[in-house]
């Protein structure tokens, strides 16, 4: 007789259902408000970089000033983050991650075996990339600014590997400075690849 009332007694499987369900939707809440987060962030530093951009185009143009309102835009968001940015200025559009000419004798896509270059950036190699590094570009120069932004997320999901413990976000804006003078040509050279 006892051993029937144990086996229909019901009393408690609430606390065993709630101990159950509790930390997976806890796990679930905790992993959409990280993934709101990253959205949200994403969203306020693409805006921040399109801006500083612009800004960076005028012949005002004060590049500190430029990524400190980028981080400032961004802090509230993504508290502790920390930013690295890039400039690359290119003459025209068309040039945007080309690659300097060279007289490709072997056919193989490469700059090798003392083929020659045209050395359009000045910097005396050849580049897979023709545009100025670290550069706000001159009057009228393309400019492509990047800002990667990195952070430790505010909502950290449990029980993931440490390297989910820190973030990245990187966001790009492509602008074209003011024609606030002439444009100065980069006054290509010849070179000889290794």
């Known amino acids: 007789m006892t051993e029937m009332r144990l086996r229909t007694d019901d009393e408690g499987a609430t606390v065993v259902e709630f101990a ?4 997976l939707f806890l796990l679930l809440l905790i992993g959409i408000m990280d993934i709101g987060q990253m959205v949200y962030g994403k969203s306020v530093l693409t805006g921040a ?3 500083a951009a612009r800004d960076s185009s005028l012949e005002t143009r004060n590049t500190s000033e430029a990524d400190a309102s980028v981080l400032d835009a961004i ?3 993504l508290p502790g983050v920390t930013i690295k940015t890039s400039r ?3 003459y025209d559009f068309a040039d945007v991650g080309r690659a300097e000419k060279w007289n490709d004798k072997n056919a193989n896509a490469v700059c090798d075996a003392g083929e020659t270059f045209t050395d359009e950036n000045r910097n005396g190699q050849w580049d897979q990339d023709v545009g100025q590094k670290d550069s706000a570009g001159t009057a009228n120069d393309v400019v492509v600014y990047k800002v990667t932004a990195t952070f430790k997320p505010v909502f950290q999901v449990p029980f993931l590997p440490k390297m989910w413990s820190e973030r990245t976000l990187t966001a790009t804006a492509v602008t074209k400075n003011q024609p606030f003078g002439n444009q100065t040509g980069y006054g290509a050279t010849a070179g000889s690849c290794p």
């Open 20 to 23: 159950i369900v509790v930390p």
């Open 49 to 51: 970089v399109h801006r």
């Open 75 to 77: 802090r509230p968001v």
């Open 88 to 90: 690359t200025s290119y």
